[in-house]
C-alpha cells in the first residue's frame, strides 16, 4: 500500500439507507489519485481521542489509528472519491462516528489506496456474500461483472429498510437477510449460503465480513465444497465487540500461526480487561 498521506475534503454527506452513510470527498490531493481502484481501500486517520487527524504535521508526531475503508468509485473528472460507512450503532468507533457526523468542509488525511479485491471474471459463475461492512466492496464487484454472469449476492443488512438497489448483472440473484444484532449471529450468512441450489461449473468465491462469520464460511468452501484457494477471496472486514488494531491482530493469529497459539490467543482475548490489550 502507498504511504502517501492525502487530505481530503468533505463534499457531501448524507445516508443512503439508515445505516450506510456515503461521504463524497473532495481535494487537491486526488489530483494524483491513482483511476480504477474500486474495491481497494484507503485507510483514515483518527487520533487516540478519535478525531480525524487533519494535519500533516501530527502524522509521525503521535500514535495515530487507521481505519480502513473501501474505494466506492472515484472520478478523475469530478475529482471526488465516494466511501460507504457503515454505522453500527452502540457499538461505534471512531470512524463510524466521525462519518455519521461529518459534514462538509471537514478534512482528514488517508493513506492508500491499497489492493483491489475483485473477483475472476473468467469463472463460471459468482457467489458474493458479504455483511454492510462487505457491501461497498461487494457493489465494486457486481458493477464489473460480465453481461451474462450467473451467481448469487447474498447480503446481511441491519434492517429491512437498508436493502438497496444494486446495479448487476440479470443473472445474479440477490438474497437479503436482515440481521439487526451484527456480530451476534454469525451463523447467519453461513446459512443463508448453504441453502443456495449450487451450480455446474467453477465458482469464483468473494466473501467480505465479520470475523467469526468469515472463519465458518472459509471452513465450509475449504472442506465442504472443495473450493481452491485462487477461486475465493474471504476476508474479515472487522470483529465483533474487537477495535480494528485488535481484530488485526486475531486475523494474523489465525491466518498465521498454529491451532494450539490460536486457542491460547482466544483464551486470552476472553480476558481482555488486561489494560494493554483494551487499546
Ligand atoms: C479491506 C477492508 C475494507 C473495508 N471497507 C469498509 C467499507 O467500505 N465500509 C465499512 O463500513 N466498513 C469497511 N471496512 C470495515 C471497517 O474498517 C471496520 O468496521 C472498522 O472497525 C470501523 O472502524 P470504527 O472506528 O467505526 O470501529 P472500531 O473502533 O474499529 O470498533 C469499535 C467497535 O465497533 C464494532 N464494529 C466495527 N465495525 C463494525 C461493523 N461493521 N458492524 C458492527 N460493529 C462493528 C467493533 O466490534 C468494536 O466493538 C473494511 C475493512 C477492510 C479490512
Same mark, same amino acid.
Given at each position: 500500500m502507498s504511504r502517501t498521506y492525502r487530505m481530503i475534503v468533505v463534499k457531501k454527506s448524507k445516508k443512503i439507507t439508515p445505516h450506510l452513510q456515503r461521504v463524497i470527498f473532495t481535494g487537491d490531493d486526488l489530483a494524483d489519485f491513482p483511476e480504477n481502484q474500486e474495491s481497494g481501500y484507503v485507510k483514515l486517520l483518527f487520533s487516540n481521542d478519535g478525531q480525524a487527524i487533519?494535519? #500533516?504535521? #501530527?502524522v509521525g508526531e503521535e500514535k495515530h489509528l487507521k481505519r480502513t475503508y473501501t474505494i466506492r468509485s472515484f472520478s478523475r473528472e469530478e475529482n471526488e472519491l465516494i466511501i460507504e460507512f457503515s454505522l453500527h450503532g452502540h457499538k461505534s468507533g471512531p470512524a463510524s462516528t466521525w462519518a455519521e457526523l461529518t459534514k462538509p468542509g471537514d478534512k482528514i488525511l488517508i493513506a492508500g489506496p491499497g489492493s483491489t479485491k475483485l473477483v475472476?471474471?473468467?469463472?463460471?459463475w459468482f457467489l458474493l456474500a458479504g455483511d454492510m461492512s462487505g457491501l461497498p466492496a461487494l457493489c465494486c464487484n457486481l458493477e464489473q461483472l460480465p453481461k451474462n454472469a450467473q451467481g448469487y449476492a447474498v447480503i446481511e443488512v441491519i434492517s429491512e429498510l437498508d436493502k438497496q438497489t444494486l446495479k448487476m448483472p440479470d443473472g445474479i440473484a440477490v438474497k437479503w437477510i436482515i440481521n439487526n444484532k451484527p456480530g451476534e449471529n454469525s451463523d447467519a450468512l453461513l446459512n443463508a449460503i448453504k441453502a443456495l441450489s449450487w451450480k455446474d461449473g467453477n465458482p469464483y468465491i468473494w466473501v467480505a465480513c465479520e470475523f467469526d462469520s468469515m472463519k465458518k464460511i472459509r471452513h465450509y468452501m475449504k472442506n465442504? #465444497?472443495?473450493? @481452491?484457494? @485462487?477461486n475465493m477471496y474471504i476476508s474479515s472486514y472487522w470483529k465483533f465487540d474487537r477495535t480494528e488494531e485488535q481484530h488485526r491482530i486475531d486475523r494474523r493469529i489465525y491466518l498465521e500461526t498454529p491451532l494450539f497459539i490460536q486457542i491460547l490467543w482466544k483464551i486470552i482475548t476472553r480476558f481482555q480487561k488486561f489494560r494493554f490489550l483494551k487499546r
Open positions: 487533519n494535519d #500533516r504535521d #501530527r475472476n471474471n473468467q469463472s463460471d465442504s #465444497r472443495n473450493i @481452491e484457494q @485462487e
